[in-house]
């Protein structure tokens, strides 16, 4: 959520950042519920001194045996004021809270500008691109292929954008996720973490998934959602917290099932594994004082490419636009592993600083020895993995459709050096 005092200050910032965020410049309606907001609590604060007062002198009064009844009348009249007062600005407050919660984060200066992802800036490639000598199949024709991945079963079980693995590819699932937590507890510091699949509404509030997406998740009956990404309660772990900033930075980092409804994806990537209502992802997460959030980042995003680089896939480095950044983002690096079947590269990490934005829903705070205040969060994936699945099977595919294991990952598969139909 946005700090009002910074928007009390920054009006024409506001106003421009908002366009920029592709949402409409509101710092007149904001700074018109905050200043109603702000002149009744003043009021508010009147009366009370006055009742205050008037307490006061209806103790001399009757300490020295004089009538009070008139004292006591303005004081009965203020209080039902007051009580009218005070309901007038729960309702200025709440909109106030409202229209604050629906408001994207404010995009750091060294954001590009820009609409959509078209606006995107490359910030660096790594890696090069495979070359075959043959058509490079879709991950998905490998994987049917090989008879080890099974979309019509799993439509059958659980209807479209479902996925069902067997075999060395779901093994190879298991491994990445041994891998990738080893390699960011081991060499990057992070504390693994097994987290709840469902959370309350207010964890998925704190973290910005409600209430402006929350047609993007699911629903229980008992008023919980099922998790979207572990961003949600590892994140919400610090929640209504005071954290000794002696403790900072604070890194975590966990495996989950994601679950998305996909409710704007209709159409795209409709076949493989690509964009499916469940996926497995390693997640990362930091707790940091809020000076030190941009540097963090860039550690985060190290982190991730670390795997990329293990693995030894092709990638960029994107630093999205001010259109298409994340609701909670105010600054975020996307990294595209390269797929051949397409010819390019698409998303498989996504690492956003959310500077105090998400601790502000949460109220995270941190207190030093001389100063106190919301702490920084930021996450990132570290990484997808139905998508570093796509990425081995496409850029390690053979012309025989056999698929050659990577070297970081043939430990953890148990020494499997490839895949290959063994029909």
């Not at 009070?68 to 309702?91: F, H, I």
């Not at 600083?353 to 020895?369: E, I, T, V």
Request: proline share 4%; hydrophobic share 35%.
């Amino acid at each position: 959520m946005l700090d009002i005092k910074w928007v009390r200050e920054n009006p024409n910032l506001f106003d421009k950042s908002m366009i920029n965020r592709n949402s409409e410049p509101c710092s007149e309606k904001v700074l018109g519920f905050d200043k109603k907001n702000r002149e009744i609590i003043s009021k508010i604060q009147s009366i009370q001194a006055r009742r205050n007062e008037i307490a006061s002198q209806i103790g001399v009064a009757k300490k020295n045996k004089q009538d009070a009844s008139e004292l006591e009348k303005e004081s009965t009249n203020l209080k039902s004021e007051m009580a009218s007062l005070e309901q007038e600005q729960e309702k200025f407050s709440s909109e106030l809270t409202r229209v604050l919660s629906s408001l994207p984060n404010i995009p750091l200066a060294d954001v590009p500008v820009g609409k959509d992802e078209t606006e995107n800036k490359c910030v660096r490639i790594v890696g090069e691109v495979p070359e075959f000598d043959f058509k490079p199949k879709h991950h998905y024709e490998l994987g049917e292929d090989l008879g080890l991945i099974d979309f019509q079963t799993a439509a059958k079980v659980s209807g479209s954008r479902f996925t069902i693995l067997k075999g060395a590819i779901s093994k190879m699932e298991r491994a990445l996720k041994n891998f990738m937590l080893d390699n960011h507890t081991q060499n990057y510091g992070y504390q693994e973490i097994s987290v709840p699949f469902l959370v309350k509404p207010e964890c998925m509030f704190g973290t910005g998934q409600l209430p402006k997406f929350a047609e993007d998740s699911f629903h229980t009956t008992d008023d919980r959602w099922i998790i979207p990404t572990a961003e949600v309660p590892l994140t919400n772990m610090f929640r209504e917290s005071m954290i000794p900033a002696a403790q900072l930075p604070i890194r975590v980092t966990a495996f989950s099932a994601c679950f998305r409804s996909e409710a704007g994806a209709a159409g795209r990537d409709t076949r493989g594994m690509i964009r499916n209502h469940q996926f497995s992802k390693v997640e990362l997460v930091s707790v940091v004082h809020p000076d030190e959030g941009e540097k963090e980042l860039e550690r985060m995003t190290g982190a991730a490419e670390s795997i990329l680089q293990k693995l030894g896939l092709p990638y960029r480095v994107m630093m999205l636009s001010t259109g298409d950044m994340g609701f909670s983002a105010q600054k975020t690096y996307d990294l595209e592993v390269w797929l051949p079947s397409e010819n390019t590269y698409r998303e498989i990490s996504s690492c956003s600083l959310c500077g105090q934005f998400q601790a502000r829903r949460m109220s995270a705070r941190y207190k030093g020895d001389k100063e106190k205040g919301y702490v920084a969060t930021l996450n990132g994936s570290g990484l997808a993995i139905g998508r570093t699945i796509v990425a081995i099977l496409e850029n390690y595919q053979r012309a025989d459709g056999s698929v050659r294991i990577p070297d970081a990952l043939i430990p953890y598969m148990g020494g499997i050096e490839e895949i290959k139909n063994e029909k």
